[in-house]
Nanobody
């Protein structure tokens, strides 16, 4: 069983910063990709940022230049540094990981965290 536990959300003023963390634990052989999605009330889930095991990153256009994703492969942890926050960033942020469970298999399984609320007040 693999678990992802997020932390770091909360209430922040517009223009402020928040850092989210998400740690994966369990019987993990390796983690291929990690990333963050977000879902605001009444909206579809949106990809925010992803990072590969080699450190390659991808961001949705609305957060480029403001958010930075990083990961610690030894700690199986992914971070999302969010700067210059605005009201449109208010959402539940969910982390995910594409995990290889078995050393002798390249099959990947996706796991999700429970989500952490980020609320930006104007």
């Amino acid at each position: 069983q693999v678990q992802l536990v997020e932390s770091g959300g909360g209430l922040v003023q517009a223009g402020g910063s928040v850092r989210l963390s998400c740690r994966a634990s369990g019987r993990i052989s390796s983690i291929v990709n990690m990333g963050w999605y977000r879902q605001a009330p009444g909206k579809q889930r949106e990809l925010v940022a992803t990072i590969t095991s080699g450190g390659s990153t991808n961001y949705t256009d609305s957060v480029k230049g403001r958010f930075t994703i990083s990961r610690d492969n030894f700690q199986n942890t992914v971070y999302l540094q969010m700067n210059s926050l605005n009201a449109e960033d208010t959402a539940v942020y969910l982390c995910y990981a594409s995990v290889i469970l078995l050393v002798w298999s390249s099959r990947q399984y996706e796991y999700w965290g429970q989500g952490t609320q980020v609320t930006v007040s104007s």
